[in-house]
């Protein structure tokens, strides 16, 4: 499928979400008093999102066009592929049982340095800073914005 066809198709399924099918299906109370909180609120930011990707799409097709595409490389084995999807799995798993002692937040944070890791088998000054502000951020939205309990684990209890 060609990136234009993929960018219309998205640009339409914003366009079904955002006007028939969240409307429809989706039910909010008038008395929400933060919108953020509110039940329509991140979906129709998702339907947005999609439909911006789809236009991202259409546009970088249209750009693509005009310059020579180049070819991505093969992996060095058939294997290589396999043995990180697995090792990301084990990394997951490894995240999922030590979550209750290292807390949501330290967890994440590791998982999204190992991920990195395995990955693009290197590491950044980038991947360090993101794997630590991007959970700080999200524990600070949910926790004092959306009220909602983000398990702390035994080792750090933030505020």
């Known amino acids: 499928m060609s990136n234009r066809a993929l960018g219309i198709l998205c640009c339409v399924l914003a366009i079904f979400l955002w ?12 008395n929400v008093s933060k919108v953020v909180l509110s039940p329509t609120f991140w979906p129709l930011i998702i339907a947005a999102l999609i439909g911006l990707s789809g236009i991202y799409l259409v546009a970088m097709e249209a750009v693509q066009a005009t310059h ?40 994440s944070m590791a998982l999204f340095l190992v991920i990195a890791i395995i990955i693009t088998q290197t590491i950044s000054l980038r991947f360090v800073l993101i794997a630590i502000c991007l959970p700080i951020a999200l524990y600070g939205f949910f926790a004092h914005v959306a009220s909602v309990a983000v398990p702390q684990g035994e080792w750090i209890q933030l505020p």
């Open 68 to 107: 020579d595409t180049e070819t991505l490389e093969q992996p060095e084995s058939a294997m290589a592929g396999s043995i990180r999807l697995i090792l990301g799995a084990v990394a997951m798993v490894i995240f999922l049982f030590s979550v209750e002692t290292t807390g949501l937040v330290i967890g």
């Open 19 to 30: 006007f028939y099918a969240i409307p429809t299906w989706v039910s909010a109370p008038s």
